[in-house]
């Protein structure tokens, strides 16, 4: 049995995601008095009373949406109703009993699951006789609570509980992802149609029509036995196109998508040219310091018409502080090297979460050193004395030097790649600290050998790692 399916469903502008970010206490779906915002279903795993369910929030029943959506967005309600084990009627009690409160009662009269009727935006108990009108619908239980004023959660969640099905399966925890995959991109590039291939369900509403994704939406889905979650992001416009709240919160929905991946695949069309929103993109990816993979989407396009090796060379020529990441290409329509896409994802994910002794990471910067040694700074060469790895996901090395200004940007640039070459790191972000060397350390400059190799370690593994981070800035 897997995690029991709790469904919010209602009339537009009611509440529906007041209460799931309430309930799961987290700024999840975006919130805005325009009716019709959510389209896609919102999901959240809960926990309370030993149990585990998912929540999910869904788009306002019988809304007339702008961009011709209703169909699909009806669609996407029907699939969350058909497979909800506990159903969330949500009313406005300062409104009233509305005809489309009745029209969705009526919708929901062949649904055999348990229906709890919570009358929103009671702030206090002089509204609880106002939602008695509620009782009319004759759907299930009726609860009042009040998302703004955080009133009768606790009510609410005992009762969602009370009826879950119950099952020895149930109180265990659903199995926790590998990882979490981010996927970004301009308007219109695929990533709604690659995310359902992931999930090989509609899971997310897809359409030639630009901006049909508004929020983040988090989908599981399993690979060879592992579980990730992929977060399908909105379209980013350009911040002088952005003219509405909702496309404003999409922007940053999608930016904190990338700041809580493990992996970001960013997203390409073959049939139009790299433009600023892209590379303004990378550069938030970059500074983040995320494993990435570029995806060149809709390639059956382009495949009969233009070599791969052309992509190639455009994208790096146009990303060249990112030569280092991963391109891949693919047809999400048909699945066409989607599997292999997130095999190589799960390689970046363990490269981010390798350590590396302090030792061997010495014997690198020795070799690095003997290759071509840091340029002089005021008549005078720069010492490194030593290296150490002090954390992961990124890789973050600190190199202890006499003077951390000597060493310059293109130097660091060059240990990076050197870094990259020789250490399990050759397709992840590093990040490279420079710190001048504490007072009392007695460890001497790692110096070249005169043949040119090196042998044995430098310095042996010791407490280095715990040492704070620096205050100058990373490379």
Not at 268 to 288: A, G, V
């Amino acid at each position: 049995m897997g995690v029991p399916q709790v469904v919010i469903v209602g009339r537009p502008n009611v509440g529906k995601s007041s209460i799931f970010n309430w309930l799961a206490r987290k700024r999840l779906a975006i919130v805005d008095g325009t009716a019709g915002v959510t389209r896609d279903r919102q999901t959240f795993l809960m926990y309370h009373r030993d149990y585990f369910f998912d929540l999910v929030d869904t788009g306002g029943i019988g809304c007339a949406d702008s961009a011709e959506l209703s169909e699909k967005i009806e669609e996407q309600i029907d699939v969350g109703i058909e497979s909800a084990d506990v159903i969330l009627f949500v009313v406005d009690t300062r409104e009233g009993l509305m005809p489309s409160d009745q029209e969705v009662a009526r919708k929901l009269r062949c649904v055999t699951s348990p229906v709890i009727c919570v009358a929103n935006k009671a702030d206090d108990a002089r509204f609880d006789t106002q939602a008695d009108e509620f009782y009319k619908l004759g759907r299930g239980k009726l609860v009042c609570v009040s998302a703004l004023q955080n009133r009768g959660r606790d009510e609410l969640l005992n009762m969602i509980v009370d009826r879950l099905p119950k099952s020895d399966a149930n109180p265990l925890p659903p199995v926790e992802p590998r990882m979490k995959l981010a996927i970004v991109g301009r308007r219109n590039v695929g990533k709604s149609t690659f995310v359902n291939t992931l999930a090989q369900a509609e899971r997310v509403i897809t359409s030639e029509i630009p901006g049909t994704t508004r929020d983040s939406i988090d989908v599981r889905f399993e690979l060879d036995g592992k579980t990730f979650v992929a977060i399908d992001t909105p379209g980013i416009k350009r911040a002088k196109s952005i003219a509405t709240d909702i496309e404003f919160y999409s922007t940053h929905r999608a930016q904190r998508s990338i700041r809580r991946a493990d992996v970001v695949f960013m997203f390409f069309d073959p049939t139009q040219r790299i433009s600023k929103l892209d590379k303004q993109l990378c550069e938030y990816i970059s500074e983040n310091y995320k494993p990435c993979v570029f995806v060149v989407n809709k390639w059956d396009l382009v495949v009969d018409s233009m070599p791969t090796e052309k992509w190639v060379t455009y994208l790096r020529d146009q990303f060249r502080s990112m030569w280092h990441v991963p391109i891949a290409f693919i047809t999400a329509q048909t699945g066409k090297n989607v599997k292999a896409l997130i095999n190589h994802c799960q390689m970046l994910y363990k490269q981010a979460r390798q350590r590396v002794p302090t030792g061997e990471l010495n014997r690198v910067i020795r070799f690095a050193l003997e290759k071509n040694p840091p340029p002089l700074f005021q008549n005078r060469r720069p010492k490194i004395f030593y290296a150490t790895q002090v954390s992961f996901e990124p890789p973050t090395i600190v190199l202890f030097c006499n003077e951390p200004r000597a060493i310059s940007a293109p130097y660091c640039r060059y240990l990076l790649g050197v870094l990259r070459e020789r250490l399990p790191y050759s397709e992840v972000p590093i990040k490279l600290y420079l710190r001048n060397r504490q007072s009392g350390d007695s460890r001497d400059e790692i110096q070249p050998q005169v043949n040119g190799g090196a042998s044995g370690d430098v310095f042996a593994d010791d407490d280095s790692a715990s040492l704070p981070l620096p205050d100058a800035d990373a490379v």
